[in-house]
């Protein structure tokens, strides 16, 4: 069974800050790994996406991720944060068989303070 | 192009009914699949609808099913409603099974009372 663990529920940076949240995934094969993000009475947004080859991945809005096998991580990081960025973010793994379902973590909350 | 549409927006029902949710899939995208958001649960996976049928299956009560049109769309129906049941229902799609990018619809909120 595969799981997601999101370590911090909420996070809060400066504007300018750098903003790190963190994924640890659990999978029996090599997942596929996912960020997305939502903005309040909204759905979910594709950030990015790890499915295989290089495992640094750059999505939208300037967010970047990292794969890291030996730690079973897939982090987020953008290098200044932006009032904008202000949202909850999901981590989320899939079986590299891509039919299996998303299974998503529970959230980190992201405050931008001014 | 179009993302995915989702109806209604917003539904309070009261116990004891039953609820359609309506999901429009994006412009040929043919699987379609539903999920449940709540404040204690987080999302959940309900079903995934390819080709009109079913090919995966979350750990939900038989109350819950779903359905999938010949033209893609798709409907998840809650009967005999519960008030653990208020959530936001969010469906997504896919250019097809075994494709892993999905795409969100902006959820319908229901509330049960």
């Not at chain 2, 379609?32 to 009560?61: A, C, D, M």
């Amino acid at each position: 069974a595969q799981s997601v663990t999101q370590l911090g529920s909420h996070v809060s940076v400066s504007e300018g800050a750098l903003v790190l949240l963190r994924c640890n995934y659990s999978s029996s094969v090599p997942p596929y790994l996912f960020w997305y993000v939502q903005y309040p009475n909204q759905g979910l947004q594709l950030l990015l996406k790890y499915t295989t080859g290089a495992t640094l991945v750059k999505g939208i809005n300037g967010f970047e991720a990292e794969f890291k096998k030996s730690e079973t991580s897939f982090h987020l990081t953008k290098p200044s944060a932006h009032m904008s960025d202000a949202a909850e973010y999901f981590c989320a793994v899939m079986g590299n068989s891509g039919n299996t379902p998303l299974v998503f973590g529970k959230g980190t909350r992201l405050s931008v303070i001014a | 192009k179009a993302g995915v549409t989702q109806t209604p927006r917003y539904l309070i029902k009261t116990r004891g009914q039953q609820v359609t949710l309506s999901c429009s899939p994006i412009s040929g995208h043919r699987s379609v699949s539903w999920y449940q958001q709540t404040p204690g649960q987080g999302l959940q996976f309900l079903f995934e609808y390819f080709s009109e049928t079913q090919r995966n299956k979350g750990n939900f009560p038989g109350r819950f099913s779903g359905r999938q049109f010949s033209n893609s769309r798709s409907e998840m129906n809650v009967s005999t409603l519960e008030l653990g049941d208020s959530a936001l229902y969010l469906c997504a799609s896919s250019l097809g099974w075994q494709t892993y990018e999905q795409y969100f619809g902006p959820g319908t909120r229901l509330t049960v009372t």
